[in-house]
């Protein structure tokens, strides 16, 4: 039990860190080629927040394997737009307040409203699709995943296409850092040139190297400590692993949102929303039985729900309130109610 919870712990570790670095790298990247807020925000920083929630799934059906490996599968691929729709909104919401009562910004989340809207249009549509044809329609699933893979590559044209201003501040690349350091020991000439799209590209690679590992440990212990426990490895895996692997999403929108880079924190969240209800449940729909029940589907009804709060907040008011994003935590709170005393 020590043991797993260690290498639990590991794993948890590796995936944090390695998200980190694939997502400093791609934002380098964004700058590099001088790409919108919305497209950095939405595209390159949601998916490589996402990464650690997506090799899971892929880990746990391909490698790790059997039922179990299933069953974390799909709670991983179903928990993480729950997780980002209802408990990430409400950190970003609860940092928003804080930095009102602080005085350092006012109460409401200055991000664009135009990129707001269309990731969660694309969110509400694809994953409503992916979770309620199913129910009514068999046979279908390849022709959906097809159209969930289609509807993402439409989503980033229009986010490509769409208005949107530029990127600023953005962090300095950590392997240039650490080429700078080999620069200075060698003694070499240190220059302020642009990073290298090959070591920014060697980085993002890199990452995911990093990832991958930590990935594969983490659903080895994840059942582990579920069988421990006595759990459920789907339940288990529908609060354990979302929150641990949504930590990057997390930190990075908190981040931007204390530095008032509102666009890039929302961004962040909606955009991996739109990732997560294509790629990784079209992976689900292919191959798995996608048989979505009880605290499962409940669960992607609540994500749906929250997405449509935010939806008709910010169509109204033309803005995003932190009250609604705080009320979406709301039905993170009512799911756990329910999985707890439901079981």
């Not at 797993?4 to 570790?13: C, E, G, P, Q």
């Not at 998200?19 to 934002?27: D, H, K, S």
């Not at 990430?88 to 707001?116: C, D, M, P």
């Not at 895996?237 to 981040?255: C, D, G, H, Q, Y």
């Amino acid at each position: 039990m020590i043991t797993d919870t260690a290498l639990f712990i590991l794993s948890l570790f590796l995936i944090l860190i390695s998200a980190e670095i694939f997502t400093n790298g791609v934002e380098a990247l964004g700058k590099r080629l001088s790409l919108s807020q919305a497209v950095v925000g939405s595209i390159f920083a949601a998916v490589g927040t996402a990464m650690p929630e997506t090799i899971l799934p892929f880990v746990a059906i391909f490698i790790y394997g059997g039922d179990a490996g299933a069953h974390i599968g799909v709670g991983a691929i179903l928990g993480a737009p729950f997780m980002l729709s209802t408990l990430v909104f409400f950190l970003v919401g609860i940092t928003v307040l804080i930095g009102y009562l602080n005085k350092k910004r006012g109460f409401e989340l200055n991000a664009e409203v135009g990129s707001l809207k269309r990731d969660l249009v694309f969110f509400i549509g694809m994953y409503g699709a992916a979770i309620t044809i199913p129910l009514f329609v068999s046979g279908g699933n390849i022709v959906l995943a097809i159209g969930l893979v289609i509807g993402y590559l439409i989503y980033v044209y229009m986010t490509f296409m769409g208005e949107s201003g530029g990127v600023v501040n953005v962090d300095e690349l950590y392997f240039g850092r650490f080429v700078r350091v080999l620069k200075r020991h060698r003694r070499e000439r240190d220059t302020d040139a642009p990073e290298a799209v090959v070591l920014i590209c060697f980085q993002v690679v890199f990452a995911l190297a990093l990832m991958l590992g930590g990935a594969h440990i983490f659903v080895g212990e994840l059942e582990q400590l579920s069988l421990a426990l006595g759990l459920n490895p789907l339940l288990f895996a529908l609060l354990l692993a979302p929150v641990a692997t949504e930590l990057p999403e997390k930190f990075n929108s908190i981040s931007w949102t204390l530095k008032g880079k509102d666009t890039l924190a929302a961004g962040n969240i909606t955009g991996a929303m739109v990732f997560q209800s294509t790629f990784p449940v079209s992976l689900g729909l292919l191959f798995t039985d996608w048989a979505i029940s009880g605290m499962a589907l409940f669960s992607a009804i609540l994500a749906i729900l929250a997405a449509l709060i935010l939806l008709a907040d910010i169509t109204v008011r033309k803005k995003l309130s932190p009250i609604t994003m705080m009320a979406a935590g709301i039905l993170y709170i009512v799911y756990a109610f329910a999985l707890v005393f439901g079981q």
